[in-house]
């Protein structure tokens, strides 16, 4: 067999190999998460959402936002609105719940997040715009979702709350590193 064969087959079966790793993975509901803003890198299980605080969720962004994410590269394609990828998030408030957002710290019913600096510039050096300082009460059908794991982490102090019904489900670790 010629040499420039055995290398087709190899591209082939390589690129075959890895589409069919990622059909798998997808049809059985396993997510390869690369940053650390919420939790750390690894692969995750996503099941049934129970929409607690402190609950590690996927979930799509609200169109805006999903727009200007993926203009950004903030987001890769995906199956959201919009075609952008799910975001891996916290959720840090629940309806009820009063969220109140400051330039150096944000709070959920008067408890202040550590990391948690509203910055007003991406890693970019872009502008960054987001909800208006104060407090405010999460509606009901809405999260907050934040990633406080990384002070850049782009969540809801930038884009606001999330409705539950774009709550895919909970991520379960099944190897982090």
């Excluded at 995750?44 to 969720?57: C, D, F, H, Q």
């Excluded at 805006?64 to 994410?69: D, I, K, Q, S, T």
């Excluded at 590269?73 to 629940?94: N, R």
């Amino acid at each position: 067999m010629k040499s420039s064969n055995r290398i087709y087959l190899a591209t082939v079966g390589t690129a075959t190999s890895f589409v069919l790793v990622a059909f798998i993975a997808r049809a059985s509901h396993v997510r390869i998460i690369t940053t650390d803003s919420a939790a750390p890198a690894g692969i995750y299980r996503t099941v049934t959402a129970s929409l607690t605080r402190g609950e590690l969720v996927l979930a799509c962004l609200p169109p805006e936002a999903a727009r200007l994410a993926l203009a950004r590269g903030y987001l890769g394609a995906g199956d959201c609105v919009g075609g952008v990828e799910p975001v891996a998030k916290l959720i840090g408030a629940l309806p009820g719940d009063t969220v109140e957002i400051r330039p150096a710290w944000t709070a959920v019913n008067g408890i202040r997040f550590e990391h948690s600096p509203t910055l007003s510039r991406d890693s970019a050096n872009r502008p960054l715009t987001h909800v208006a300082w104060g407090m405010r009460t999460v509606p009901d059908q809405q999260v907050w979702l934040f990633g406080f794991n990384n002070r850049r982490s782009w969540d809801s102090r930038f884009f606001g709350a999330v409705s539950t019904g774009n709550v895919r489900g909970a991520l379960e670790p099944l190897i982090i590193w």
